[in-house]
C-alpha cells in the first residue's frame, strides 16, 4: 500500500468515529475504513453506541478494534451525569437550550422525544470523551442512533463550549434510512452535518431528493471498500479443479430483504431441469429456521448448508469453494459481500436495484436480474455452468473492485471531502495527498 501522506507543520486529521454497533459483521467495512484512515496518517478514535454482542466479533482484527472502542452504553450512571454537569457548568443557559432542541428532535411522540433525551444523555459521555481526546469532529456510519448521539454531541459542544470548532458528519448508505425518511429525521441530518459520505451516486442522488439544494454540495461520493490482498483471484484456481456440481454460495444477513427465499426457489428449479447444483449459505437472522426447514423437507435436501455466521477470516476458502456468488436482494446499498466476492474472481449474480449497478455490470462484471424473480436468478445461474464464462466474469469483477472500491483511495476521499468541509480544523493547502470528494 502507498505510504500515508504528511502535513505540514505537525498537523494531523484527526477525528472521532461512532457507530451504532461496532465493531460488527456486518460494519466489516467501517473496520477497513479505519484502518485505511489510520493507514494515511489519521488520528481516529473510535466509538460504538452499543457494544458489540460477541457471536459479532469473529476475526483477529475485531477483537482489537473492540479493545480499543469505547461504548456509550452500559457506562455506570455516574458518567453520564458527571458529563452533563460538565457541560452545564460551562454554560448553563447554553445547556438548557441544547436540551430543549434535543427533545424537539426526532418524531412528534412521547417515546420518540424520551429517546431523544436518552441519545443526549449518550452524547454528553461522547462530548467528554471527545474532549478529553482533543477531538472536536465525529464521523457516523449510518443515519441512525448513532447519528442522533452524534447530533446531540456536537451541539451540546457548540453550545457550552464555543471556543471550539465542533463539527459532525455522515455516512450514509440505505436501503433503511431511505425508507423511513421521517422516522430518522433524515432530512435534518443531512442539513446538521458538515459533510456527508454517499457510498454511491443512488443513494446521493436519493439525500438530493430528501434536501434543499443548497446542501447538496456537502454530499460526496465516498465508497466502500475491501483489502483485495486478504482476497486474491482464484480464477485460474477453480478452472484448474475436476468437473461437479455448480457451487453456489450466499452470504449475508437471513432476514427477507436479502431475498434468501428467492434464491432457494431458484435453486429448486434448477434442480427439476437437472442442473447438479449445491449451495452453501452463510450468515444468520429470523429467516434461518425457516430455510432450514425449507431445505430439508423440499428436493434441496442434501444440497444446501446453512452454515450460520461466518468471520472475515473464513470467508477466503468459502469463495475458493464456489463457482457462483448469489445475492438476489430487495434492498440493498451497495453489498460489501459482492466487493469481496468480485476481488476473488467469484462471478456474481445479483439483482438490478439501487447502487449495485454502480458495482455490477451485467454481462460483463457479472449477472443482474429483475428482483423477486426466481425464474431469471435461475437463468443467471444456469449461464455460469460453463467454466469459460465464469472466469471472464470474475477476472472482470475483480478489476471493477481494484479500479473503484479499495479502502486506502476511498479514505483519501473520505478526508478530501471532510477537509473541504472544514471539518478537520486544518488550513486551506495544509492537508497535501488526501485527495478531493467526488461531486
Not at 446542501?215 to 486478504?230: E, K, Q
Not at 439483482?351 to 437463468?379: Q, S
Request: hydrophobic share 45%; aromatic share 4%; with cysteine.
Amino acid at each position: 500500500m502507498s505510504s500515508a501522506p504528511t502535513v505540514r507543520d505537525g498537523a494531523v486529521p484527526a477525528l472521532a468515529l461512532l457507530v451504532s454497533r461496532y465493531p460488527a459483521l456486518s460494519h466489516t467495512f467501517v473496520e477497513r475504513e479505519v484502518t485505511a484512515l489510520r493507514e494515511l496518517g489519521c488520528r481516529v478514535v473510535t466509538f460504538t453506541v452499543r457494544p458489540p454482542e460477541a457471536h459479532e466479533v469473529r476475526s483477529e482484527h475485531a477483537r482489537a478494534e473492540r479493545s480499543r472502542t469505547t461504548a456509550l452504553v452500559g457506562a455506570p450512571a455516574g458518567h453520564y451525569v458527571r458529563a452533563q454537569l460538565a457541560a452545564a457548568r460551562r454554560s448553563p443557559l447554553g445547556w438548557l437550550a441544547s436540551v430543549r432542541r434535543s427533545v424537539s428532535r426526532g418524531p412528534a411522540t412521547l417515546r420518540g422525544r424520551l429517546w431523544q433525551l436518552f441519545y443526549l444523555a449518550e452524547a454528553g459521555v461522547l462530548l467528554e470523551s471527545m474532549r478529553a481526546a482533543d477531538l472536536t469532529h465525529v464521523h457516523v456510519h449510518l443515519a441512525n442512533s448513532g447519528a442522533d448521539v452524534a447530533r446531540a454531541a456536537v451541539d451540546l459542544g457548540r453550545a457550552t463550549d464555543p471556543g471550539r470548532a465542533w463539527s459532525w458528519s455522515l455516512g450514509m448508505h440505505g436501503p433503511t434510512e431511505l425508507e423511513d425518511v421521517v422516522g430518522h429525521d433524515l432530512p435534518a441530518k443531512v442539513a446538521s452535518a458538515s459533510a456527508v459520505a454517499c457510498i454511491s451516486d443512488f443513494c446521493r442522488s436519493q439525500l438530493m431528493r430528501h434536501s434543499e439544494q443548497e446542501v447538496w454540495p456537502r454530499l460526496g461520493l465516498v465508497r466502500m471498500g475491501v483489502d483485495v490482498d486478504a482476497y486474491p483471484g482464484r480464477a485460474d484456481e477453480r478452472a484448474a479443479r475436476a468437473p461437479g456440481p455448480l457451487r453456489v454460495l450466499f452470504v449475508g444477513r437471513l432476514v427477507p430483504e436479502k431475498g434468501p427465499g428467492v434464491l432457494l426457489d431458484a435453486l429448486g428449479r434448477l434442480v427439476a431441469q437437472g442442473v447438479d447444483v449445491q449451495c452453501r449459505v452463510a450468515g444468520a437472522g429470523p429467516l434461518a429456521g425457516s430455510l432450514s426447514t425449507a431445505v430439508a423437507r423440499g428436493p434441496l435436501a442434501g444440497r444446501v448448508e446453512l452454515l450460520g455466521p461466518v468471520g472475515q477470516d473464513d470467508m477466503p476458502a468459502l469463495h475458493a469453494w464456489a463457482d457462483v456468488f448469489c445475492l438476489p436482494s430487495f434492498a440493498e446499498g451497495v453489498p460489501v459481500v459482492l466487493m469481496e466476492a468480485m476481488s476473488s474472481e467469484l462471478p456474481v449474480v445479483s439483482t438490478r436495484i439501487a447502487g449495485i449497478p454502480e458495482l455490477v455490470e451485467d454481462g460483463v462484471t457479472g449477472r443482474l436480474v429483475t428482483p423477486g424473480r426466481a425464474d431469471l436468478l435461475a437463468e443467471a445461474i444456469a449461464s455460469l455452468t460453463e467454466e469459460p464464462l465464469r472466469h471472464k466474469l470474475g477476472r472482470a469483477g475483480r478489476e471493477r473492485v481494484v479500479e473503484e472500491f479499495q479502502p486506502l483511495p476511498n479514505a483519501r476521499r473520505l478526508l478530501g471531502l471532510l477537509h473541504g468541509s472544514g471539518a478537520l480544523g486544518l488550513p486551506p493547502g495544509e492537508a497535501p495527498g488526501l485527495g478531493g470528494a467526488a461531486a
